[in-house]
T-cell receptor, first 113, second 110 residues
Framework: NAGVTQTPKFQVLKTGQSMTLQCAQD?????MYWYRQDPGMGLRLIYY???????DKGEVPNGYNVSRLNKREFSLRLESAAPSQTSVYFC????????????FGQGTRLTVV | QQQVKQSPQSLIVQKGGISIINCAYENTAFDYFPWYQQFPGKGPALLIAIRPDVSEKKEGRFTISFNKSAKQFSLHIMDSQPGDSATYFC?????????FGTGTSLTVIP
């Protein structure tokens, strides 16, 4: 059981380049999330998807777009990368109802130069 | 605006000691309070969680204390071990929306 799988694990981009971070879960979860983790800032929600076909902005959505391709996959796109987007990105998923655990992927370490 | 405030930012404890991490929240609509543990290079993983209808939950050496009236909750790690060295995040959640604290880097010295 793979859980939540993110690709790639590492990426270096030049300012202005675009890229898509991929995430897939095999736990049949409806809810999926993208977080970024920065020193001293904790985990901040970028976008959230409650179900296939729906997405909502989180705390820090500027500069990002998302696609909930199907129930399994939730991708995060940077259209024009900026140095401020250097961070570690985590995808997560959770099941139905309250009191439910969020499962995280291994993370993508992105550096924008 | 930080929904969940966590302290301290870092903590150094001797092996066998007690580690205490504190969190506070404002939104009384939160109904689930998990703690996550993260090792370097890994994603966070659920450690222990509590609902607001109980004041304490214990799992092995890990205990959550919850004070609903003060809107505060804390993680206590008893008999801390070097293997507990990690970053700990508290969180508050409602309807599958999770809000995380800023994290505490715990180092347990042998």
């Amino acid at each position: 059981n793979a859980g939540v799988t993110q690709t790639p694990k590492f990426q270096v981009l030049k300012t202005g380049q675009s890229m898509t971070l991929q995430c897939a879960q095999d736990m049949n979860h409806n809810s999926m999330y993208w977080y970024r983790q920065d020193p001293g800032m904790g985990l901040r929600l970028i976008y959230y998807s409650a179900s296939e076909g729906t997405t909502d902005k989180g705390e820090v959505p500027n500069g990002y777009n998302v696609s909930r391709l199907n129930k399994r996959e939730f991708s995060l796109r940077l259209e024009s990368a900026a140095p401020s987007q250097t961070s570690v990105y985590f995808c997560a998923s959770s099941g139905e109802g309250g009191y439910t655990e969020a499962f995280f992927g291994q993370g993508t370490r992105l550096t924008v130069v | 605006q930080q929904q969940v405030k966590q302290s301290p930012q870092s903590l150094i404890v001797q092996k066998g000691g007690i580690s205490i991490i504190n969190c506070a929240y404002e939104n009384t609509a939160f109904d689930y309070f998990p703690w996550y543990q993260q090792f370097p290079g890994k994603g966070p993983a659920l450690l222990i969680a509590i609902r607001p209808d109980v004041s304490e939950k214990k799992e092995g050496r890990f205990t959550i204390s919850f004070n609903k009236s003060a809107k505060q909750f804390s993680l206590h790690i008893m008999d801390s071990q070097p293997g507990d060295s990690a970053t700990y995040f508290c969180a508050a959640a409602r309807s599958n929306q999770f809000y995380f604290g800023t994290g505490t880097s715990l180092t347990v010295i042998p």
